[in-house]
Nanobody
């Protein structure tokens, strides 16, 4: 059974930075790409960044481009999201999942997520 444990969230002022981590287990991590998603109150979950299994073909949502950086360590079954120049609109619960080549989530089970709050 696939499991995801997200960490690294918190309260940060606008313009600040956070680095999220997501440790995966229960499946062969290196077989799949990884995606970071977020869900703000009253909104649907959206994909903000994705990275393929070999670390290539990285793509970002327009809203986070040039501010967020996704990376992964297959030896640690972990995907990261470095978030810089944070804005109040980045406030959300952040989740990760394995993804197929077309960026659709591989697993229906999600972790608890990690809360990111950007506020002064």
């Amino acid at each position: 059974q696939a499991q995801f444990v997200e960490s690294g969230g918190g309260l940060v002022q606008p313009g600040g930075s956070l680095k999220l981590a997501c440790e995966a287990s229960g499946f062969t991590f290196s077989w799949y790409g990884s995606g970071w998603y977020r869900q703000a109150p009253g909104k649907e979950r959206e994909l903000v960044a994705r990275i393929m299994s070999n670390g290539g073909n990285i793509k970002y949502a327009d809203s986070v481009k040039d501010r967020f950086t996704i990376s992964r360590d297959n030896a640690k079954n972990t995907v990261y999201l470095q978030m810089n120049s944070l804005k109040p609109d980045d406030t959300a619960v952040y989740y990760c999942n394995a993804i197929y080549a077309d960026a659709t989530p591989r697993f229906s089970s999600w972790g608890q997520g990690t809360q990111v709050t950007v506020s002064s």
